[in-house]
């Protein structure tokens, strides 16, 4: 099945989560450190893209739908990058900020057409700020079709579960991209998209796909939700619903990079949802974004052309 452009660009997500400043330097290492047995980089070029939460309402954007983004920041240089990043891609941004916290950043430094190292800088935001999110969000919720809650467990979305209650009530479908092993802060949602790692920390590890959808069937009831979705790399993914499970193939292609393919997942679901598709109608497409944009170096998008070619 598929969409016309027009009908996804009506298409409005809010996005609310963690988001971050992904920074890159890229240098030449042309020798070894004499103070330590380190290569020395030789920055040459530097760039920033929009991470976490941003990156995922950064593909809905791609894709051709309408994205808010709901999130709490610091009150510094990086949270002002990024939320003119955030802007320039056509994202409407309603950043909360906190002057305790301090904006994620996680800095990488390449050499060589490698990852040499990993810097993340980090806090946890404070409850008041957290607070005025949950009011911006009952504001927000009304203008949107569908509502996806980006879950970097950076303590963002401490007031998840009343916003879900909202969402709910409001009969808007909530997709989840999880952290951690406390599943129950996801009480109804429509669906959670979990890789294998995350679920097999929340149900146990599996013996055989029959104790995998048994097992899923019952996180599905614990929890009031409408379905699982499991994605497995290169297995593909699979939804567990009340239907039962419905398995699509990974599509076999060189992979590049798999960072951010996740986003790219739960951003085309969440978007085609809310342009009217049912999730099982979405699977193929949200799958066939995965592995496109696997292709890609980065955290990549698709467009709605590449999605639909």
Not at 84 to 101: E, Y
């Amino acid at each position: 099945m598929n969409i016309s452009k027009e009908t996804l660009s009506r298409a409005r997500v809010l996005v609310v989560g963690d988001v971050m400043l992904d920074r890159y330097w890229y240098g030449a290492v042309d020798r070894i450190s004499p103070e330590a047995p380190v290569p020395i980089v030789r920055i040459t070029r530097e760039e920033e893209r929009s991470g976490g939460a941003a990156n995922v309402a950064y593909n809905v954007a791609t894709l051709g739908a309408q994205a808010s983004l709901l999130t709490v920041v610091g009150e510094d240089e990086a949270s002002h990058k990024l939320e003119a990043l955030v802007q320039a891609t056509g994202i409407r941004a309603h950043f909360g900020r906190d002057p305790g916290l301090k904006t994620t950043v996680k800095l990488r430094v390449i050499g060589r057409q490698q990852q040499l190292l990993r810097l993340d800088f980090e806090n946890v935001p404070k409850t008041e700020v957290l607070a005025s999110q949950s009011a911006t969000f009952a504001e927000l919720l009304p203008k949107h079709d569908s509502v996806l809650f980006s879950d970097y467990g950076k303590g963002g979305l401490a007031h998840i579960s009343e916003m879900i209650a909202r969402a709910r009530a409001a009969d808007k479908p909530i997709l989840i991209d999880p952290k951690g092993t406390d599943y129950s802060r996801y009480k109804n949602a429509s669906v959670i998209t979990p890789n294998r790692t995350e679920l097999a920390q929340v149900i146990g590890s599996w013996s055989d796909e029959t104790d995998l959808q048994t097992k899923c069937d019952n996180l599905r009831q614990q929890l009031g939700l409408q379905a699982v979705l499991l994605t497995r790399s290169e297995e593909g993914m699979t939804l567990f619903d009340a239907q039962g499970p419905l398995h699509i193939n990974a599509q076999a292609r060189e992979v590049f990079d798999v960072t951010g393919a996740g986003d790219t997942v739960i951003a085309t679901m969440a978007a085609l949802v809310a342009a009217g598709m049912s999730l099982r109608s979405a699977l193929p497409l949200a799958n066939r974004a995965g592995g496109l944009v696997v292709g890609k170096f980065g955290t990549a998008t698709i467009t709605y052309e590449e999605l639909f070619a």
